[in-house]
């Protein structure tokens, strides 16, 4: 019987970390769907009460300063010409109760002078998430624009594992 | 025995779940590549018979309205000039035999005046899926372009489960 | 019993195949973020020994000619300029120890002439891999642009497995 004990406990821990890795990525991934229909409480959910989120420009610590960030003039007039923050695909290492996610993110506006859309920043995200009672939640998420300033590429290497 | 059996009940279904929500990603990311190689029978069968296609500017009701457009002069013309319908990855909520995914799509073309590529559109997509005997199949696929019309930002608010 | 260990056997193995798919996603996701990065021995390191990476203009074959394009001046170049080699979520099709991940990249670049950013470049990518002692590795990976040459879309119509 310890066999199967043992084989069921393997098992419910890995199915946990599968759990997990999919958890995060969903986390990760509303953060463009929330943010680009304005939802400024939700957004703000996605942090812990005393999250970060450090963009290039701006300092946000907290989840009021990050809803006020998304009922701001600036953000509602993106949205309201025409707007895609495109998280892309996170790569997500989860160890224990901490993850960390890296992935780029685009933002893509309409273009007002012509009949498309345009780049108008490549970014790359270093998140840091942790487990809580009711869900994994983001403790800082650093971006920073990939416009050859080094600290991108920089941000970029911490993010990942280190393989053999 | 009992605690054994509860066990191996709940894994069998965690397991389901977490097979349930990669099935749907491999659904979603497969419309991409059989789109751009106009693969207008494949593309179709991802929907079920009477599954719905509903974009902007044209409704296509059941797999051979779907077949159709990835046939027609217009989307071929995309394909011999260099086209990419990159899909985002999908935001997937799994509920029973149903599940929605969210999702952003660029159609990306090869610039004619140029030596690059340009994005012609950035779009909302807001899917429904049921599991059917053979697999997952959409229900209905809602597309709508993010160029400040306000029902792009509802379909994005629309397709992600409410967290506290 | 015998219903127990059978139970238990085929939850290994769906396990297991989670596990593989979840891993090959993260290795063809981390190649960005090392590319952009500079970790030409990272880079190298995703595919096996003797693994090949064919670009359209360039056949790559093992790690040291893989390491060599990264430390090349061409792409050093572009990381001092400001560039995301954006790797889309990919596919995957796992088939015991070998697997298949289809994918789109985009390479966005700053652009020099104004204040945003460009898509230079969007690829058709077919992955092969194979499971190895140490996990996962890269067997070929081949690229090519969708600027309308028919090989991009015939890349992409081979990395799905057939439905009907």
Not at 20 to 44: K, M, N
Not at 53 to 73: C, F, P, Q, T
Not at 122 to 145: F, I, K, Q, S
Request: net charge negative; charged share 25%; glycine share 10%.
């Amino acid at each position: 019987m310890s066999g199967i004990e043992e084989r069921l406990a393997l098992l419910e821990e890995r199915t946990r970390r599968l759990e997990d890795e999919l958890e995060v990525t969903r986390l990760v991934l509303s953060y463009g769907p929330l943010a680009d229909s304005g939802g400024a409480d939700a957004v703000a959910a996605l942090w812990e009460p005393g999250g970060v989120y450090d963009v290039d420009e701006l300092l946000m610590n907290g989840r009021a300063e990050i809803a006020a960030m998304v009922r701001s003039d600036a953000h509602q007039g993106w949205i309201a010409r025409g707007c895609a923050h495109v998280i892309g695909a996170p790569h997500v290492t989860v160890t224990g109760d901490d993850a960390v996610a890296l992935c780029y993110s685009l933002m893509i506006v309409k273009d007002r002078s012509g009949d498309g859309f345009r780049v108008r920043r490549a970014t790359a995200n270093h998140w840091t998430l942790r487990r809580r009672p009711d869900g994994w939640r983001v403790v800082t998420r650093v971006n920073r624009v990939l416009d050859g300033r080094s600290e991108s590429p920089e941000l970029l290497a911490a993010g990942l594992p280190v393989t053999s």
